[in-house]
């Protein structure tokens, strides 16, 4: 099982970035994915999470109407496009794959972990 993301750097404020996971070794179909950002001295935070159709999206307060995920299931890839980036957002971003069946997940049946990517914004 390999998530590769990829896309990230430095960004001045108001910029924009567009994320990408590139996952491959399970179905990625059935999983929904999310991304997830990890600040220096800061707990790990849940950002977006797409269900696996794609027809359920949700986002945590902090960057609802600026950051858009989205995923496509031919290519087996998830995208995570970020605009109005502000300084707050500086974070490694990690792409995550886990196994849910209708509106339940079981981690214990498929949670994987990409190896993330540095986003900087700053001036």
């Known amino acids: 099982v390999q998530l590769v993301e990829s896309g990230g750097g430095l960004v001045q404020p108001g910029g924009s970035l567009r994320l990408s996971c590139a996952a491959s070794?399970?179905?990625?179909?059935?999983?929904?994915m999310s991304w997830y950002r990890q600040a220096p001295g800061k707990e790990r935070e849940l950002v977006a999470t797409?269900?696996?159709?794609?027809?359920?999206?949700n986002y945590a307060d902090s960057v609802k109407g600026r950051f858009t995920i989205s995923r496509d299931n031919a290519k087996n890839t998830v995208h995570l496009q970020m605009n109005s980036l502000k300084p707050e957002d500086t974070a490694v971003y990690y792409c995550?794959?886990?196994?849910?069946?209708?509106?339940?997940?079981?981690?214990?049946?498929?949670?994987?972990w990409g190896q993330g990517t540095q986003v900087t914004v700053s001036s």
């Open positions: 070794g399970f179905t990625f179909s059935t999983y929904y």
């Open positions: 995550n794959a886990r196994y849910c069946s209708g509106t339940l997940c079981y981690p214990t049946l498929g949670d994987y």
């Open positions: 797409i269900t696996s159709a794609g027809g359920r999206i």
